[in-house]
Nanobody, 129 residues
Framework: QVQLVESGGRLVQAGGSLKLSCEIS????????MGWFRQAPGKDREFVAA????????DYSDSVKGRFTISVDFAKNTVYLQMDNLKPEETAVYYC??????????????????????WGQGTQVTVSS
């Protein structure tokens, strides 16, 4: 069974930066499309960023575009989320997800949670004002 393990979440001040990591075990990163989602208390899980299977094509939610960057390291079987200029309203549990389906081709980015097969346990990001 594929496992995803996130790390890097912590308390940070507004305007600060964090880099989250998601390491894949029992699977190969190059066979997945990857995504990051977040869920704040009392709210639905929302899409943050996605990368295509080749790791080159990316998509972001409008709220994070220009501040967050998703990247992949195939050698380390790890996907990252660099978050800059963080805001207090971005306090949430951040989840990494992997999509193993072949829909859409090599450049497809999955932006809906139902498209993903595997999920990590989440890492808490708290942004103080």
């Amino acid at each position: 069974q594929v496992q995803l393990v996130e790390s890097g979440g912590r308390l940070v001040q507004a305007g600060g930066s964090l880099k989250l990591s998601c390491e894949i075990s029992r699977g190969t990163l190059s066979t997945f499309r990857m995504g990051w989602f977040r869920q704040a208390p009392g709210k639905d899980r929302e899409f943050v960023a996605a990368a295509s299977q080749n790791g080159i094509n990316t998509d972001y939610s409008d709220s994070v575009k220009g501040r967050f960057t998703i990247s992949v390291d195939f050698a380390k079987n790890t996907v990252y989320l660099q978050m800059d200029n963080l805001k207090p309203e971005e306090t949430a549990v951040y989840y990494c997800a992997a999509d193993s389906n072949n829909r859409g081709g090599l450049f497809y980015r999955a932006k809906n949670s139902y498209e993903y097969d595997y999920w990590g346990q989440g890492t808490q990001v708290t942004v103080s004002s």
